[in-house]
């Protein structure tokens, strides 16, 4: 274990310009991989850099820590007793912890773990974290947040969904995370820490190298979707949604989902591509307006040709989405709860 070794020591109180956090629930079969990704930050942090980066990391049988990562250092600056990570009240506590140990004029926020997008705890899937088989729901997951982060890097699978986004508007300025599954490696740290350290992040910049990381490995591993969204522009987009859907008619229940873009691997499929989901279920309207609107909150967008070799990604907008299953109760009644449901006009799909 990396962190074997290492002294505990109190952080400086001294206000930077940027802290970024990674919140590392790996209390789960993860936990080898977020030792890799630790070693990875500390080997890129800039030897001159000021501003933190500051990781929480939960292991598998191992106490939760508060580390300060340095060049080619790291620092254990606060311990926990034994805690659930993917619980609202012990996460917001945590990541309040942290920000009152490091004061910033911005603070930038990576959550790291296990994510099936917007989908609830416990249905045989997970939404975001894992801790001894529990898991948070996307609603808690907002609550949790105790301040409006400049921008949340999902490393999870999942969640780049329009409903994960409109759930986080006020959380959050940006958003990076892929609308598929992540592989196990996740985002290529040693590539990226440097442009999420600095005073102004290029997100863009993150995303690009995340996705040459993907498209220079080989078979399955060559698997990858990403986008940077604007999540200032997401109550525009959810009006021009409305309106097209409150103003022309279908029939949702005979709607074939298997011709949309599917974006996850599971047998009954609960990602799509928004985009062309809207496309298929309305193909006479005019979805100029949507178009223009989908261009202002997605920024950035890529995605290799195949998935996993399961599936190809012939279309993908940035965001991905719902469709309802007529027979899935449990999970309709949980969407019902989201904002995105609400605001979009999503409601008539599920009368």
């Given at each position: 274990?990396?962190?074997?070794?290492?002294?505990?020591?109190?952080?400086?109180?001294?206000?930077?310009?940027?802290?970024?956090?990674?919140?590392?629930?790996?209390?789960?079969?993860?936990?080898?991989?977020?030792?890799?990704?630790?070693?990875?930050?500390?080997?890129?942090?800039?030897?001159?850099?000021?501003?933190?980066?500051?990781?929480?990391?939960?292991?598998?049988?191992?106490?939760?820590?508060?580390?300060?990562?340095?060049?080619?250092?790291?620092?254990?600056?606060?311990?926990?007793?034994?805690?659930?990570?993917?619980?609202?009240?012990?996460?917001?506590?945590?990541?309040?912890?942290?920000?009152?140990?490091?004061?910033?004029?911005?603070?930038?926020?990576?959550?790291?773990?296990?994510?099936?997008?917007?989908?609830?705890?416990?249905?045989?899937?997970?939404?975001?974290?894992?801790?001894?088989?529990?898991?948070?729901?996307?609603?808690?997951?907002?609550?949790?947040?105790?301040?409006?982060?400049?921008?949340?890097?999902?490393?999870?699978?999942?969640?780049?969904?329009?409903?994960?986004?409109?759930?986080?508007?006020?959380?959050?300025?940006?958003?990076?995370?892929?609308?598929?599954?992540?592989?196990?490696?996740?985002?290529?740290?040693?590539?990226?820490i440097p442009d999420l350290i600095v005073n102004t992040?290029?997100?863009?910049?993150?995303?690009?190298?995340?996705?040459?990381?993907?498209?220079?490995?080989?078979?399955?591993?060559?698997?990858?979707?990403?986008?940077?969204?604007?999540?200032?522009?997401?109550?525009?987009?959810?009006?021009?949604?409305?309106?097209?859907?409150?103003?022309?008619?279908?029939?949702?229940?005979?709607?074939?989902?298997?011709?949309?873009?599917?974006?996850?691997?599971?047998?009954?499929?609960?990602?799509?591509?928004?985009?062309?989901?809207?496309?298929?279920?309305?193909?006479?309207?005019?979805?100029?307006?949507?178009?223009?609107?989908?261009?202002?909150?997605?920024?950035?967008?890529?995605?290799?040709?195949?998935?996993?070799?399961?599936?190809?990604?012939?279309?993908?907008?940035?965001?991905?989405?719902?469709?309802?299953?007529?027979?899935?109760?449990?999970?309709?009644?949980?969407?019902?709860?989201?904002?995105?449901?609400?605001?979009?006009?999503?409601?008539?799909?599920?009368?």
């Amino acid at each position: 274990m990396s962190l074997l070794g290492v002294s505990c020591e109190k952080s400086e109180s001294k206000a930077t310009k940027r802290t970024v956090i990674v919140y590392m629930a790996a209390d789960n079969g993860l936990s080898d991989n977020a030792l890799r990704n630790i070693d990875q930050m500390r080997s890129a942090f800039p030897s001159q850099e000021e501003n933190n980066l500051i990781v929480f990391l939960d292991l598998l049988d191992e106490p939760p820590v508060i580390i300060k990562i340095g060049a080619n250092s790291e620092t254990i600056v606060k311990e926990y007793e034994e805690l659930n990570s993917a619980a609202t009240v012990q996460m917001r506590k945590v990541l309040s912890d942290i920000i009152n140990l490091y004061p910033s004029d911005n603070f930038g926020l990576v959550l790291w773990s296990h994510s099936t997008s917007w989908l609830p705890a416990g249905c045989t899937t997970r939404s975001f974290g894992e801790d001894n088989g529990t898991q948070m729901n996307l609603t808690d997951l907002a609550e949790a947040l105790p301040i409006k982060f400049d921008y949340i890097l999902f490393d999870a699978c999942l969640m780049g969904s329009i409903e994960v986004a409109y759930e986080l508007k006020d959380k959050t300025n940006y958003m990076i995370a892929s609308s598929t599954e992540t592989l196990y490696v996740g985002f290529p740290y040693d590539l990226i820490i440097p442009d999420l350290i600095v005073n102004t992040p290029d997100l863009k910049k993150v995303a690009e190298k995340y996705m040459n990381y993907y498209m220079q490995l080989s078979g399955i591993y060559q698997s990858a979707t990403i986008s940077v969204i604007n999540l200032k522009e997401l109550e525009a987009l959810a009006n021009t949604t409305k309106q097209l859907i409150t103003e022309h008619s279908f029939d949702i229940n005979s709607f074939d989902r298997t011709t949309v873009q599917q974006l996850d691997n599971y047998v009954e499929q609960y990602t799509f591509d928004f985009k062309d989901f809207i496309d298929k279920l309305l193909p006479d309207a005019n979805k100029r307006q949507l178009t223009n609107q989908l261009g202002n909150v997605v920024l950035y967008k890529a995605h290799t040709e195949e998935f996993m070799k399961e599936y190809k990604i012939k279309s993908y907008c940035g965001l991905s989405s719902y469709i309802p299953i007529k027979d899935r109760e449990d999970l309709n009644t949980y969407y019902k709860t989201l904002k995105w449901y609400f605001d979009s006009g999503y409601s008539s799909l599920l009368q």
